[in-house]
């Protein structure tokens, strides 16, 4: 821990995060004092096994008390995989920990991430920081995305001056439009975010029942097919794309939009599913207040060279991955989740109206010590 220009000190924070798609855990270390970042350390990427990925899909949907030897097994999984791969890294002061979201229903039963962090605290002897999304929801927020605060931190650690948008391709998009002049994430106008849709979640899933395969790597069976205009309108018909932001989504939402192009064939399915994943951007992006200086893509959808092309078509800015911008696209929402864990730390908020939704800037997730009195 050390002390620069700020009265809050700087953390080494390693963060962790296991998305949507079920690939594996992203950890990765960034020195913040929760409001700049004034480093990027080390990452490291740990897969999930298929037996591991199996376990887990079996358990998405589930709340805390449901179907419990299911849970607990997608639990074991979850709490070794961050074991093994956190403690590889040292000198850490604070962990920041999003476990493996497997339900989201901010306006019915809440959001609920597997994960224990107690109890990481106690494998890693590190406080670690967990639980960031219950707060939020239980003020009336969205729980998601989280993200946000961090893409502004980004935008300034840029040094940018225009609007930017940031682009999460995971098995759910989401999008963050940031204004880098306004000094603080919660001042009204410094953000807007939400969930723009599904985006590569329904194209894992079309590969992983017709081909056995986990992904359509680099878009290969998409850029062979034709996309079904029909499929693809009724799915624009949603009324998820015309409501206003704030909004979110569970990874499962539009699992029935698979049904949409059941009697296609392969190639065909993997293009429409592709475009309906693109088309769920474009309409997100006439949320936003004004267009965006440039489109910054992370996740792993910014691989998929038919989705990017797609996005780059339709678009008035330039769409590059954030790689672009000398950023980590493999590893930015772990950071994220570190940039989150030192402002959990320090006390400052990680939502406000402009990304959840939630009515006053809050700070979300608790805090557990390996013993008591660490990191005072
Ligand atoms: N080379 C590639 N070509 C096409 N798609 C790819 C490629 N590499 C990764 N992907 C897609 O990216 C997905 C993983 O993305 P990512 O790790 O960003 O998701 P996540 O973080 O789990 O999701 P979320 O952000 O919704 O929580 C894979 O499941 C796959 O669909
Ligand atoms: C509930 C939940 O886990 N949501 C994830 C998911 O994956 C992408 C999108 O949906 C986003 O809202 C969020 O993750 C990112 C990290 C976020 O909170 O910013």
Redesign the pocket.
Known sequence: MSKRNSSRPVLRVLGA?S??SLDGVDAAVVETDGQRITGFGPSAYRRYSDAERACLRAALGLWPGEAPDRLAAAEAVIQTAHAELLSGFEGIDLVGF?GQ?LA?EPRGRG?F?AGNGADLARTLGVPVAWDF?SADVAMGGE??????FYHHALARHLSGTRPMAFL?L?????LTWVDPLHPAPETPGALLSF?TGPANAPIDDLMQARRGLAYDRDGALAAQGTVAEGALELFLDDPYFSRLPPK????NDFATMVRLVGELCDADAAATLTAMSASAVLRGMEHLPHPPERLLVTGGGRLNPVLMEMLAVSLDCPVVPVEDAGLDGDML?AQ?FAFLAARVYHGLPTSCAGTTGVKMAIGGGEISRPTAGALS
């Open positions: 995060m998305g949507t999003h979201t989201h959001t991430q999304r729980g998601a995305p989280l993200a946000p999460n995971g098995g759910v998009g989401n969930d979110s989504l569970d990874r929402e994220a």
